[in-house]
């Protein structure tokens, strides 16, 4: 049984590095984190739902926030704010958690505010520059330009099933 979970969790990996290797288009939701905006893949987001307070998990990372139990399901709360390096971080009426499917797991990830669902084509998007940054560029797909707006666009399965985020890796264990 462990052989067939780690076979899994390898499989996730490499189609997570897959699509960061390659930026297209596509339908994005995007959302923003204190003054940059980001964009996942919609197909990747459950449902969006307001910030509750999570169940804190003793020794848990700070950015991962707790638990909460949706709907018989009990889901990881990470806040991406925290987690990209925001300096301040607030809750807030717009405060939102936007829940994902990634790798076959439902977690939660909490921003400032939801802002919309683009459709963009392979055109407006180019490939993330080699630089150091507290986001490693192996998480984002691609830059967008969009009107006035620059879009990051991030690999969210890849940034959730990272070692470093210690969530895809700790169910395949058990």
């Known amino acids: 049984m462990d052989m067939i979970r780690e076979s899994t969790l390898l ?3 490499q189609a ?3 699509v960061t290797a390659a930026p297209t288009g596509g339908e994005y939701l995007t959302f923003r984190i204190g003054a940059e905006e980001y964009g996942i893949d919609i197909l990747k987001v459950q449902e ?4 509750e307070a999570p169940t804190r998990i003793a020794n848990a ?4 926030k707790g638990v909460v139990n949706l709907r018989g399901v009990i889901v990881p709360i990470v806040d991406l704010r925290l987690n990209l390096g925001c300096e301040t971080v607030t809750y807030d009426d717009l405060t939102v958690v936007i829940i994902l499917n990634v790798c076959d797991r439902v977690v939660g990830a909490v921003v400032d505010s939801v802002s919309d669902v683009l459709e963009l084509t ?4 180019r490939p993330a520059p080699e630089m150091s940054s ?3 560029t192996r998480f984002i797909t691609g830059i967008a330009s969009v009107q ?3 879009l990051v666009l991030l690999n ?3 940034l959730m099933s990272s070692p470093a985020m210690g969530l895809i890796g700790n169910r395949a264990a058990h």
């Open 61 to 64: 990372a700070a950015y991962i």
């Open 156 to 158: 969210i399965e890849a």
């Open 134 to 136: 507290a986001v490693a």
């Open 148 to 150: 006035q707006r620059m």
């Open 48 to 51: 969006i739902r307001s910030y």
């Open 11 to 13: 499989a996730c990996h």
């Open 16 to 18: 997570a590095r897959a």
């Open 122 to 125: 392979g055109d407006v998007i």
